[in-house]
């Protein structure tokens, strides 16, 4: 059990990992039908995480209802618009127009409850962010400071009146983002980039094992 | 009297967050109720995607990954629209997809639309192919084999019989590809995973929020040009010289971003008067 559980992955981990770094390099055509199988693995796997999550998520409700625990009938109307959206998308064979470009029972829920939604709630955003600058966004420092005059300046010239108030105000924030935003991002990525290829040749040679369970030998 | 200035400035560092919320929301509506017009300037990224797109011949290969879900509607949905626009006017065989799952029927919508405003078939000028589960997996995939990938397209035709997709085998037969995206997978896997292995001119699309991440890439060459949120999709608008809901949004976005800009304001001068007061 020990060799399933811990050497396998190992192996499998240290034989996938070299084959397909090795892989990019080399544009053989048994090299390619190689990635293309992978390929064809991972979104394969991708569709039966969709049956995990749904799995998952149908559980957790479950629980919530079956114990009533505080906040329960959400878990209730989160079945019922699950369900519901399930037999309206196998009834409409997964389209939101018929063959007549009309909008099907799928297509209605989806556009007409889905869209705007979701699309409310991202919107909500604007008032929260406006009334968080308003009581964080303030230069208790000097680097609070220079930030507060960087944000505004980008505001300021990102919309059309800003503009027209401020001609040369477009080009300041063209230079912020070209210039000051994109080396600093471009330091992170870095960063961030190398950190991922120092995990990842720790990962395929055995010697970050978190992802088997957590726990060190 | 410094009591009474005390107690103005406690207040207004603390104000009520429902006349935040008031003011946000007629500095929104006003606009749009009585639009202004205000010009819109056009920013060299959107160009440059409006640019290309004008270089492309008749008949090129142009693909929209529409990656995008509801929330971002307002502002992506705009772009997608107006890069369809563009491209049909054009002539050019369009392939479309998603890689969310939730974007599908936002993008069938954006396909369809367009097409029927500029009397484009399906199958003869554009392909819509839908959504695949694994994200920059189907990207990698589509790279090797477009068809495999896709054996049928949204409504189910098999892609062999598209006339549109005749010579599209790959990613690699794509000339011109433009991702749309409002998160993961977007914008970055389709260089990683798309451009970079196989060699196609890519341009980008994205939420404002996610659009300064994508600088670096913009300046590396990686993507040839960035359409940024509502103001990028109003400036396509403006260079095809048709106004659609990024143009109209553009005078309530000026709106709200001068009440956020003055908020500031008044919040810093009263709080360095706070710092000043504590300090005598």
């Known amino acids: 059990m020990i060799f399933l559980k811990r050497q396998l992955p190992l192996v499998v981990t240290f034989c996938m990992g070299v084959v397909f770094a090795m892989q990019y390099y080399v544009p053989h055509p048994t090299s390619e039908a190689l990635l293309k199988n992978a390929s064809n693995w991972i979104i394969i796997i991708g569709g039966f995480a969709l049956i995990l999550g749904l799995v998952s998520l149908i559980q957790l409700h479950m629980h919530r209802i079956q114990r009533n625990v505080g906040g329960w009938g959400y878990s209730a109307v989160l079945f019922a618009a699950m369900f519901a959206m399930v037999i309206a998308g196998i009834l409409a064979g997964g389209k939101n127009l018929d063959s007549e470009r009309a909008l099907t029972g799928y297509g209605w829920a989806y556009s007409y409850a889905m869209v705007p939604l979701q699309g409310t709630m991202f919107s909500l955003l604007a008032f929260f962010v406006a009334s968080a600058a308003y009581r964080a966004f303030r230069a208790r420092t000097k680097e609070a400071a220079l930030l507060l005059i960087a944000a505004l300046l980008v505001m300021w010239g990102r919309v059309p009146l800003g503009e027209y108030l401020w001609a040369f105000s477009g080009d300041i924030a063209q230079w912020i983002l070209n210039v000051i935003n994109s080396s600093v991002r471009r330091a992170i990525l870095i960063g961030v980039s190398l950190g991922v290829i120092a995990l990842s040749i720790k990962i395929i040679f055995g010697i970050e094992r978190m992802y088997l369970g957590g726990k060190k030998e | ?280």
Request: with cysteine; proline share 5%.
């Open chain 2, 1 to 280: 009297m410094n009591l009474s200035n005390h107690s103005i400035v406690t207040r207004m560092l603390a104000i009520d967050r429902r006349f935040i919320f008031m003011l946000i929301a007629l500095a929104t509506l006003i606009p749009l109720l009585n639009p202004i017009n205000l010009p819109i300037m056009i920013s060299p990224e959107v160009r440059a995607v409006y640019d290309h797109m004008e270089s492309l011949p008749e008949g090129s290969v142009f693909l929209l990954s529409m990656d995008f879900d509801p929330a971002s509607k307002p502002e992506v949905y705009p772009q997608a629209i107006a890069l369809l626009r563009h491209a049909f006017k054009k002539n050019l065989k369009v392939i479309g997809l998603t890689l969310l799952v939730t974007g599908t029927g936002m993008a069938e919508e954006a396909m369809a639309t367009v097409a029927e405003e500029l009397e484009k078939i399906n199958g003869t000028d554009y392909a819509f192919l839908g959504w695949r589960p694994g994200a920059s997996a189907v990207i990698l995939s589509m790279g090797q084999d477009l068809v495999g990938t896709f054996p049928q397209d949204h409504y189910g035709i098999p892609i062999d019989e598209l006339s549109v997709m005749h010579n599209v085998k790959t990613l690699r037969d794509v000339d011109y590809a433009v991702s749309l995206a409002a998160g993961f997978p977007g914008v970055d896997e389709w260089y990683i995973y798309g451009k970079d292995k196989y060699r196609f001119e890519l341009g980008g699309g994205s939420t404002a929020v996610m659009a300064p991440g994508l600088y670096p890439r913009l300046r590396a060459g990686q993507i040839n040009g960035l359409i940024g949120g509502l103001r990028g999709a109003a400036e396509y608008e403006k260079l095809l010289d048709q106004s659609g809901k990024a143009t109209a949004g553009m005078d309530s976005q000026s709106a709200t971003h001068f009440v956020i800009i003055v908020l500031v304001i008044i919040c810093n001068v009263f709080y360095v008067i706070s710092r000043r007061q504590k300090r005598t």
